[in-house]
């Protein structure tokens, strides 16, 4: 299937374009390295989620899958429903849930945000950063809060803001290379969409959920075992912010981006600071 194929709604369809093309493919190639990056926050998110046996999970934005199959074990085969637009990724999740066993665990690519799921049909939604990227956020969560049934709960992990995520910063300073690289809005789809608080509050309520409680954490990213494959594995996500300039400008922006990824490497690998919310909320 590819994004042509996809029902999206139409505000959603350069997010299908992308997340199903060449961004969703290199995430797919990459999906340990990407795992490898959140996975401090893996078992806080999961025990914030709280899954008991025999419970009905949604996975919005399941991407490669993990908590999927995470999912799947701790709720000793209650189904699991992931979720997502990239067609890449889902080949990953169906492949390594077949790998590991799991037959309680199916993938769809669909479009959460509009997607007709059954009335009442799970006990918690769950996203480990993917519902960031929705167009219509009060929209989507409306029609996951009706996939829900009543007392249902979502559990959510999403970016703090720009300023306590390191990561983002040094990654955008090195390419940028001198010029003014433009900072991610706030209010449209990207990763720091649900970073405020009063957002995050406002767009659940809205979408008739119960007021959300947020946690914060603060954990270290580790982007590779030592700094060449952090370098090759970063370099190559981020390869978009230096699109624009010349070759010389390129390889000055990369050269910044190495120095930048040594200074980060320590014997636990590359690590940089980083910060979360873990938000949890129920359907009245």
Request: a negative charge.
């Amino acid at each position: 299937m590819t994004a042509r194929t996809l029902h999206v709604d139409p505000s959603n369809a350069e997010q299908a374009r992308s997340w199903d093309g060449e961004e969703g493919s290199y995430w797919a190639a990459h999906a340990d390295d990407f795992d490898r990056a959140l996975r401090a926050y893996q078992r806080p998110f999961l025990d914030a989620a709280a899954l008991h046996r025999g419970e009905r999970v949604l996975d919005i934005g399941c991407g490669s899958g993990l908590t999927s199959r995470a999912a799947a074990r701790l709720t000793v085969g209650g189904p699991v429903l992931g979720v997502d637009l990239s067609g890449p990724m889902l080949r990953v999740a169906r492949r390594e849930a077949e790998r590991e066993g799991l037959d309680s665990v199916r993938y769809e690519q669909v479009d959460a945000q509009t997607y007709p799921f059954p009335e009442a049909s799970f006990d918690i939604a769950v996203s480990r950063m993917g519902v960031m990227f929705f167009a219509d956020p009060v929209t989507a969560f409306r029609n996951i809060a009706r996939a829900l049934r009543p007392g249902g709960r979502v559990a959510l992990l999403v970016w703090q803001g720009l300023e306590r995520n390191e990561w983002f910063r040094s990654f955008a300073t090195a390419l940028a290379a001198g010029r003014d690289l433009p900072v991610p809005p706030p209010d449209e789809p990207g990763p720091f969409a649900m970073s405020d608080p009063g957002v995050v509050r406002d767009t659940l309520t809205a979408a008739g959920f119960d007021t959300p409680e947020l946690t914060g954490l603060e954990r270290p990213m580790t982007f590779g075992r030592d700094a060449e494959r952090a370098y090759s594995f970063v370099s190559g996500m981020l390869a978009w912010m230096a699109d624009d300039l010349d070759e010389t400008g390129r390889a000055r922006a990369l050269a910044n981006l190495r120095v930048d990824i040594e200074a980060h490497a320590t014997p636990e690998g590359v690590r940089y600071a980083s910060a979360v919310w873990v938000v949890t909320a129920t359907r009245p």
